[in-house]
């Protein structure tokens, strides 16, 4: 069992910057994939990066050259930097770590996006 829990959100002006932070309880696999998701009123939860413990990592279009995704292994601890963000990016981002058929997701927090 793996719990996680988000910081770092809060309101930001667009073009401005945040750095999600999630840190894990549990054992994470060498295996596990640690990424991000969000989901914006009335959209369906879209996957905004993943990242392995080899440091593969996967960004959606949206958010390419814009979002980094990190993993501190020592910490247990999955990281997303986000810049230029805009008013689009608004949504409620959620941990997620993927093992194998299993999901587990933190509590959610909200990041908006507004002048």
């Known amino acids: 069992q793996v719990q996680l829990v988000e910081s770092g959100g809060g309101l930001v002006q667009p073009g401005g910057s945040l750095r999600l932070s999630c840190v894990a309880s549990?054992?994470?696999?060498?295996?596990?994939?640690m990424g991000w998701y969000r989901q914006a009123p009335g959209k369906q939860r879209e996957l905004v990066a993943h990242i392995t413990n080899g440091d593969a990592t996967y960004y959606a279009d949206s958010v390419k050259a814009r979002f980094t995704i990190s993993r501190d292994s020592a910490k247990n601890t999955l990281y997303l930097q986000m810049n230029s963000l805009k008013p689009e990016d608004t949504a409620v981002y959620y941990c997620?770590?993927?093992?194998?058929?299993?999901?587990?997701w933190g509590q959610g927090i909200q990041v908006t996006v507004s002048a």
């Open positions: 997620n770590v993927r093992r194998v058929i299993w999901d587990f």
């Open positions: 549990g054992s994470i696999f060498s295996t596990d994939v």
